[in-house]
């Protein structure tokens, strides 16, 4: 075993010569443990994990070790670096699930001062910039640097994806949770209840439950999946709040599972008692051992091979469609190019990469620099478990120094994809309501079992993990007031048309209706009701196979949504936000208004009070996003019924063809009192036939697949330029 390094600072001594030649090197690393890290945590530890970085970009993240001074991680990676000019950049956080983590320490590892094919160990004294007299503890490594001969893309293909691609990237299975009910839960508000909700965590993946309000033994039967990332299981960190409106939330306790001793293919029942607090959790959780994403380039390429492809075909054949229902399809996006990139850099280019989203599935692909009409050839494949869910093809700038910057996006519908078709899409703005600069040229194939896409329609539809939090627009409100008002004025007419048949405005149309209603209250029979929903999905579908367009308001809303578009472009760039659109800002708003005011009886009073009158923004801010939120889900309900019968979604009006004639069939044969029985007692044993049940709403399920009109038009492909800029391809751009 080689003799240890200790690295302190950056050394200023003359590294040994080098001798030019190979065009990348090989890292390998293992991080082996820490000693006498920094306390971060109340009860005197921390929850240390370690990131790498190499010219500001992050190449590694270990494993986090809950509460422990001194860890073990043993994790191991293989970097390839491009340059030894830059250093390894090592940092270590203590993980606080919901909070920011926590700082505990940094140092530099110059990898220009390592010795070729030689394993050395490495210890490297962490310390604050800040406060550099401090001592943080310490890391010991163990570094190996080998030249890699050739060409820098042979390289990159010769190669396996390093373990932190692979956990960026491709996971490895699917952990099933079902948070169930929480048990004599901790008191927290003067009534002597609570408003419960809870936060998981796994990794960067994140969901949070509903509230309930006003109790100590909250019922939740929520469920969401998880991906495993990691061989051996990992750790679900879990967090209890109170819901306290215009405050801070109150912690209520936490609970960690440890995946690692949970069997696969297993459900397991777990009462989780609270840390730092009263009560238990009970969860139901299941590991599925399943790959289920993967990248590679279009020389491997799995739906061109026939064989593959007939064996695809076959798993996903009618025949088997009651076998693993949540195995809906599977998807194969081809990313090819992209031409005329929006230029992101002072010097007129942009180092785009391409990121590609299937529900909580995200694929990134290589960075090629300074270029803007790159090309990726990758090729993506995921499962399907909902074939209503949107394909998501973001272009991105990678900046070493900052996030990266937004170039377009393109969402698609799976059910809109044309199977093999290499196409252009013309890139979109963030809210996809508006064009930027930019194509892409994409190819996709969808595979997927009729069947199952049908059933899977009729369950709780899938949430994202991150999703942008909410925020107070004027805009938005205001477009989710006009889309309620149009729904409400369709009603009004509605109910205004049928009135004028009794008042006899028109007497030819108030003699056909009272032939009609005479008619079929004569002969009304009670499967009658969806046999008459039929007859608006004939009555367009007739139209539009006639040519005419049942669908005008979609256009109403696109030049709406274009108009909103500038104004959030404005609102963008605008370093001063509103005070209801960004909560972080409120102090900065309050300074504003102080220094504007000149008063300094002003200044004194609003200091004193400074955390009421916050709390009251926060409050306000609650309740106008309760109102926003409120305003849009009424509005989209009514948009979806009309969408359904409008034929919007091919497959989704064609399915609720198939439930109105089975409801027609079941209520003409079997007598009305057989049906109802049969409901009650599957509603009154269902929860003692599975205690654990998660209830659903079949018709919402339904309808939450049927986008609205604002979905129809984000959806919506735009049409490319006839006459583009002369902004041609060069034979010598990298690209």
């Known amino acids: 075993m080689m003799k240890g390094i200790n690295i302190v600072a950056p050394s200023n001594a003359e590294p040994p010569h080098q001798p030019p030649g190979p065009a990348m090197y090989q890292l390998d690393i293992i991080l082996k443990k820490g000693s006498n890290l920094a306390i971060r945590d109340r009860t005197g530890t921390s929850d240390p994990y370690v990131k790498f970085k190499i010219a500001g970009k992050e190449v590694f993240r270990s494993k986090t070790i809950h509460k422990n001074l001194n860890p073990v991680w043993d994790d191991r990676v293989s970097l390839l670096v491009e340059s030894l000019k830059d250093p390894l950049y090592v940092k270590v956080f203590d993980y606080d699930f919901g909070l920011q983590d926590d700082f505990m320490g940094s140092a530099n590892l110059h990898l220009e001062s390592l010795e070729h094919q030689r394993t050395l160990d490495v210890t490297l004294d962490l310390k604050d910039p800040q406060y550099p007299e401090h001592n943080l503890g310490s890391l010991d490594l163990a570094v190996t640097l080998s030249p890699k001969e050739g060409d820098m893309r042979d390289a990159y293909q010769s190669m396996r994806l390093s373990d932190v691609h692979r956990k960026a990237q491709l996971w490895r299975g699917i952990v099933s949770i079902s948070l169930i009910e929480g048990r004599s839960l901790q008191p927290m508000d003067a009534n002597g209840f609570s408003d419960p909700y809870v936060k998981f965590r796994m990794g960067h993946q994140k969901y949070k439950s509903k509230t309930i309000p006003k109790t100590l033994n909250p019922q939740w039967r929520e469920q969401f999946d998880f991906h495993l990332y990691e061989e051996h299981g990992g750790y679900v960190d879990i967090t209890v709040w109170d819901k306290d409106a215009g405050k801070k939330d109150d912690f209520m306790g936490r ?308 108009d909103e578009d500038e104004e959030f472009d404005r609102d963008d760039k605008d370093p001063k936000p509103g005070p209801w659109e960004d909560s972080r800002d409120k102090n900065y708003i309050l300074e504003d208004m102080l220094a504007s005011w000149h008063f300094e009886w002003i200044r004194a009073m609003v200091d004193s009070e400074r955390k009421g009158f916050m709390n009251k923004l926060y409050a306000i801010q609650d309740v106008c996003i309760s109102v926003q939120n409120a305003l849009d889900e009424v509005a989209s309900y009514g948009e979806r019924i009309k969408n359904t019968f409008n034929w919007t979604v091919p497959f989704l009006s064609w399915l609720a063809i198939v439930a109105f004639g089975a409801a027609t069939t079941i209520i003409y044969f079997i007598p009305l009192r057989y049906i109802v029985l049969a409901w009650g007692v599957n509603k009154f044993t269902k929860k003692l036939r599975d205690p654990y049940t998660i209830d659903n709403n079949e018709l919402l399920d339904f309808l939450s697949r049927v986008p609205s009109d604002v979905q129809v038009v984000q959806y919506r492909e735009l049409k490319l330029d006839p006459n583009p800029s002369p902004n041609k391809r060069k034979k010598n751009n990298p690209g």
């Not at 093809?393 to 990678?398: G, L, P, T, W």
């Not at 896409?453 to 369950?459: S, V």
């Not at 477009?479 to 509605?494: D, Y």
């Open 255 to 562: 609970c960690t599972v440890n995946l690692s001793h949970l069997t696969k293919e297993h459900t397991h029942k777990l009462d989780l008692p609270l840390e730092e607090g009263e009560g238990l959790l009970v969860l139901l959780v299941t590991l599925t051992a399943s790959a289920a994403v993967s990248i590679s380039d279009l020389s491997v390429n799995m739906l061109d091979d026939p064989h593959e492809r007939h064996q695809i075909m076959q798993r996903y054949s009618l025949w088997r469609s009651f076998n693993n229902l949540k195995d809906v399809g599977v998807v194969q996006v081809k990313v090819i190019r992209a031409d005329g990139l929006m230029a992101a850099d002072v010097t007129g280019k942009s180092d785009p990469f391409c990121v590609v989203e299937l529900s909580n599935d995200r694929l990134q692909t290589h960075t090629v620099y300074k270029n803007l009409n790159p090309e990726w050839n990758k090729v993506f494949t995921f499962n399907v478990k909902d074939i209503h869910s949107v394909l998501e093809v973001s272009v991105y700038d990678e900046d070493r120094d900052r996030s990266a910057d937004f170039l377009g996006k393109v969402a698609i519908p799976l059910l809109n994809i044309q199977n093999g078709e290499r196409k252009a899409y013309a890139l979109k703005s963030k809210e996809l309501t508006g064009p930027t600069k930019g194509v892409i040229f994409l190819e996709i194939d969808v595979i997927f079992n009729a069947v199952k896409a049908g059933l899977t329609t009729l369950i709780p539809i899938e949430q994202k993990y991150i999703e942008e939090e909410p925020r107070v627009s004027k805009q938005l409100l205001l477009r989710n007031f006009n889309r309620v008002r149009r729904c409400i004025m369709f009603l009004i007419n509605t109910g205004c048309y049928i009135n004028s048949c009794f008042e006899w405005d028109s007497p030819q149309r108030s003699i056909c209706a009272l032939v009609l209603f005479v008619i079929v209250v004569w002969n009304f029979e009670l499967y009658m009701i969806p046999l008459a929903l039929l007859l608006p999905l004939a009555w367009n579908y007739i139209l539009i196979a006639s040519g005419k367009d049942t669908r005008q308001d979609v256009q109403a809303m696109e030049d709406l949504l274009e």
